[in-house]
């Protein structure tokens, strides 16, 4: 299914109809997201959150919202059904007032906070048990490294870049026999807030599937760690923060272990889909995948 463009006038006006509102403003943010998602507002309310998504996504949300209330930093439905439009579903949301911090940026107080916050947030995964889609085995650690290999293969000569991700060893970059449970998958620094030292929202929780319990906690600094923009003082920064965050969990450190080289793969396995033939992916694929690299080593230093 494609993604939507809705007609604001429309949108509005069938979302102040059903909520029984004089009228709504619809402004757009996350211009970025895969799904088009707006702040509402309208005289007499608060202001409050909209997302155009997929039926089965919006039911599976307001399924785990409902069994996450107590989870204070999670919002709580508007409506306890999603509207109906063009053949997609709007989720009706509380707006969550927070504010944004990339990882490296986050204090020692906000660090405590996203400690905390993740592990109640694992837990609240894990009260729902409605349908969560599995990985799929292109995007499990294993498939990834096979993607890493296959490339490796029909680029020899640029292949040799990705060798420190093809020789990643079984027990680092697999999930074998652990336990998985249900994740976030995208806890991202435009999926969180903090306001003051506090977690205060998570967004986002449409696209629930199965991991690790530290891989959300661990997906928020590899995706900021991969970024070129960085400066050394924000990447040491970054594994400094990492590893206390690491120290504080109750998740065993081997586990982050795997969940960074998940990161590193997916993010190779990521660019190799967009430019499958490239011979010069590999450049791009070594320099992200660096700093990501230097991070494991840490961990794995810790692990010894």
């Given at each position: ?44 309310c608060?202001?409050?959150f ?30 306890e ?13 509380e ?64 292949g ?13 970059r697999s999930?074998?026999?652990?336990g ?21 929202a ?26 070129s923009e ?19 969990s ?7 272990l ?12 990521c ?34």
């Amino acid at each position: 299914m494609n993604r939507p463009d809705p007609s604001l006038p429309r949108l509005s006006a069938s979302i102040a109809d059903r909520l029984r509102l004089a009228h709504v403003i619809l402004e757009p943010v996350g211009v970025k997201c895969a799904w088009p998602v707006y702040k509402a507002v309208s005289d007499g309310c608060s202001p409050f959150f909209v997302k155009v998504t997929n039926r089965a996504a919006a039911e599976r949300t307001l399924e785990f919202l409902k069994v996450s209330a107590d989870c204070p930093f999670l919002p709580r439905p508007i409506c306890e059904e999603a509207l109906d439009y063009d053949g997609f579903a709007v989720l009706c949301l509380e707006w969550k007032e927070a504010r944004k911090v990339n990882a490296e940026n986050m204090t020692e107080g906000q660090l405590g906070g996203f400690a905390e916050g993740c592990r109640m947030l694992s837990d609240a995964l894990n009260r729902y048990t409605g349908p969560v889609a599995p990985l799929p085995e292109e995007d499990t650690p294993e498939g990834e490294h096979a993607i890493v290999l296959d490339y490796m293969r029909r680029h020899p000569l640029t292949g040799r870049l990705l060798k420190p991700l093809a020789t990643l060893p079984a027990a680092e970059r697999s999930y074998g026999s652990r336990g998985l449970v249900t994740i976030h998958s995208d806890l991202q620094s435009a999926n969180y807030g903090f306001d003051g030292d506090r977690f205060a929202a998570v967004y986002d929780t449409d696209d629930l599937t199965k991991g690790l319990a530290c891989e959300d906690a661990t997906y928020a600094f590899t995706e900021r760690m991969r970024r070129s923009e960085l400066s050394a003082a924000d990447r040491r920064r970054l594994t400094d923060l990492f590893l206390r965050l690491v120290a504080m969990s109750p998740w065993p450190r081997e586990e982050w272990l795997i969940a960074i080289n998940h990161s590193r793969l997916r993010i190779a396995a990521c660019r190799l889909a967009k430019h499958v033939d490239s011979v010069l992916i590999a450049f791009d694929i070594a320099r992200r995948d660096r700093p990501l690299r230097a991070l494991a080593a840490a961990v794995k230093e810790g692990c010894a």
